[in-house]
């Protein structure tokens, strides 16, 4: 079983910025796709960056040029750095690392606690 704490979250102003982190055990973090994902009040959680093996990257189009996901292997971590955020930003932000097609569509079973981001006008 994945085993991810996210991290970093707060309470920011618009136009501001936010780093996220995830954090994993062993090597699941390197060895696989990972992905950042979202849920805000009364929506369906949904797919904000991925991140492949290979370091390709794919963007929620809402997110993109703002938001850039990158690894640390040293680390074994995964950060999402979140720029110019926006009130519709708001929302628990979670990680997960798994195959390319299971973490484009956010395909998985476990989630972590999640980190709440939240952007005020």
């Known amino acids: 079983q994945v085993h991810l704490v996210e991290s970093g979250g707060g309470l920011v102003q618009s136009g501001e910025s936010l780093r996220l982190s995830c954090a994993g055990t062993?090597?699941?973090?390197?060895?696989?796709?990972v992905g950042w994902y979202r849920q805000a009040p009364g929506k369906q959680r949904e797919t904000v960056a991925t991140?492949?093996?290979?370091?390709?990257?794919n963007y929620a189009s809402s997110v993109k040029g703002r938001f850039s996901i990158f690894r640390d292997k040293v680390k074994n971590a995964v950060y999402l750095q979140m720029n110019s955020l926006k009130p519709e930003d708001t929302a628990v932000y979670f990680c997960n690392a798994g195959t390319l097609w299971r973490t484009l569509k956010g395909n998985f079973t476990s989630w972590g606690q999640g980190t709440q981001v939240t952007v005020s006008s």
């Open positions: 062993g090597r699941i973090l390197s060895d696989n796709t």
């Open positions: 991140l492949t093996i290979s370091d390709s990257t």
